[in-house]
């Protein structure tokens, strides 16, 4: 008996056991068998690798949950996997992730479909109709929250405040309708769903989820299929033409309405999971760094002097270099996203040191720009602080010259991912939090209810999927500003 035991487990160590072959990258497959790494990666990507980065430099492999993963850390080498999409494929993973969160399966060619049209709705004097949206949205989802005559302090958590006024807006804009419409639902309803959802969305991405929670994810996906039914579904003001050709593209491609909604729910995910907590780290700093909150409420009083049309900042050309140089800053230190292809061919990458090495088919690769360019300090000194004029040069223009050994760099931050993958909202989602800032910063007195309170720490373990999370809520209070 102990000897069949003996040869199934010489077997299965044979049949998984991987070699690292000549030219390959350092291979480090943890002492768990098939696990490998994955409850490391899992608990905190981002001290994880950084140890990793340490213990074998800017490339390596490494195990975790029966798949090898090569991880590049090196900012000058990120064009190779960013710009090879022959051999390193973005559309597989991220099929993957649709089917395991949204129980969605769409064909390949489906999603590069439908982000060509999305970038078609999302640039241009399409953006610039979608901003006046979303502005006049905010406005008025802000003033149901603080009527302009009231008097007295309202105090609510920062996170909550910024996530669910964002959500909403963003809900009204794209998916809704105008707020009172009686075809759209209710922002509010389905914001109390969605949050339910998105607490659940990284075990779903990782497959961790148990029996009972797995119950629950399935609840609540399908009471948001049916909250978002109508969603598109009419080419009036119940909903942005983006989703409207969205729904016409689905349909014109044969699929169901059941597949629909799912496509819509990913969409919701897709547009609104990002915008709220970086709003939320934004003014968070903000408040938290006094010398900074004047420097921008000083470029934003510039900009409301100026402006008579009551709807600023929607013109594109209008600059806030401060405002900007804060949203770079505040990126730097809270986006986290793994950017992950598919090997679906051998692939020799060329590092930018000279070096080269063997990419396996059937592995995955994945830079981190968190660990570097972010928050590398030989880019970025004291790396860890919040300097919100990181990103301004002496006089004021925008800096753009960082250096790694010597040499300037391309990407000396990448929240948005890059090349034909990178964020199709980036501009969307700038303008959205610049507008929410804006109105809150000059239509209404907001303050620290504790003065000396800090922001909260980041959730190292919410790395991945674009912002990090924070560790509990910021406390403020905020009032309409009376007239001076
Ligand atoms: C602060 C807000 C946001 C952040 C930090 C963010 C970040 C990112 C990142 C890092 C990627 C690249 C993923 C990769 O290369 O693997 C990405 C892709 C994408 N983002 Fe965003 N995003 C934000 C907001 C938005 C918004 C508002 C929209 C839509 C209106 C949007 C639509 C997309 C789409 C469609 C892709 C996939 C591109 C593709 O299929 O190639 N994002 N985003």
């Known amino acids: 008996m102990i000897w069949i035991v003996l040869v199934l487990v010489l077997l299965c160590f044979l049949l998984t056991h991987r070699w690292r072959f000549n030219r390959e990258p350092p291979l480090d497959r943890g ?7 994955a409850l490391e990666f899992g608990k905190d990507a981002s001290k994880f690798i950084t140890r990793m980065k340490l213990k074998h430099g800017n490339i390596f492999t490494v195990r975790a949950a029966g798949r ?38 769409l064909p390949l060619h489906q999603p590069e479909k439908a982000k060509a049209m999305m ?13 006046s949206t979303m502005w006049r949205n905010l406005e008025t989802l802000l003033k149901n929250e603080m009527p302009l005559n009231q008097k007295n302090w309202k105090e609510e ?23 009172n419409n009686n075809n759209g639902t209710d922002p509010s309803r389905i914001y109390k ?12 991405a990782r497959g961790t989820l148990g029996k009972e929670e797995q119950r629950a994810a399935e609840g609540v996906q399908r009471q948001l299929w ?24 689905l349909q014109e491609d044969g699929f169901d309405e059941e597949t629909q909604r799912k496509a819509v729910l990913m969409q919701l995910w897709a547009t609104q999971s990002n915008i709220g907590p970086a709003a939320f780290w934004l003014v968070g700093y903000l408040l938290t760094n006094p010398e900074a909150l004047m420097a921008v409420k000083r470029e934003f009083g510039q900009i409301s002097q100026m402006e008579g049309s009551g709807t600023p900042l929607v013109d594109k050309n209008m600059k806030t270099p401060m405002f900007d140089s804060v949203l770079e800053e505040t990126l730097r230190l ?51 602080k919040f300097k919100f004029d990181r990103f301004l040069n002496k006089d004021g223009s925008v800096k753009k010259d960082f250096y790694k050994g010597g040499k300037k760099l391309k990407y000396y931050t990448m929240p948005w991912g890059a090349g034909t993958n990178g964020c199709v909202g980036r501009q969307f989602a700038i303008s959205t939090i610049r507008q929410f800032v804006y109105m809150l910063l000059t239509n209404y007195d907001l303050e620290l209810c504790e003065p000396n309170a800090q922001i909260p720490e980041r959730d190292t373990s919410s790395c991945g999927y674009g912002m990090l ?16």
């Not at 769903?193 to 075990?203: D, Q, R, T, W």
């Open 469 to 484: 999370q924070p560790e509990g809520d910021l406390l403020v209070r905020y009032k309409p500003r009376e007239a001076h």
């Open 119 to 131: 970038k078609r709705h999302f640039r241009g004097s399409s953006l610039s109709t979608l901003n």
């Open 31 to 37: 002492i768990i068998p098939w696990l490998g790494h």
């Open 157 to 179: 958590g920062l996170f909550q405040l910024s996530c669910g006024l964002l959500f909403k807006a963003g809900y009204l804009t794209l998916f809704g309708g105008e707020q």
């Open 334 to 384: 809270t986006a986290a996203p793994f950017i992950t292809r598919e090997v679906v061919r051998d692939k020799t990458l060329h590092m930018a040191d000279g070096r080269d090495y063997l990419l396996r088919k059937g592995d995955r690769v994945c830079l981190f720009p968190f660990v570097s360019p972010q928050m590398d300090p030989e880019i970025h000194p004291e790396p860890q």
């Open 226 to 249: 049916e909250l978002l039914a109508p969603a598109g579904l009419k080419q009036d003001s119940s909903s942005s033409p983006w989703l409207h050709a969205y729904r016409r593209l």
């Open 68 to 105: 090898y993963v090569t991880l590049l850390l090196d900012p000058h080498t990120y064009d190779e996997v960013i710009n090879d999409p022959e051999s390193l494929d973005f559309g597989r993973y991220a099929q993957l992730l649709m089917e395991r969160v949204f129980n969605l399966r």
């Open 193 to 204: 769903e969605y949050k339910k959802f998105e607490g659940l969305v990284s075990s779903l």
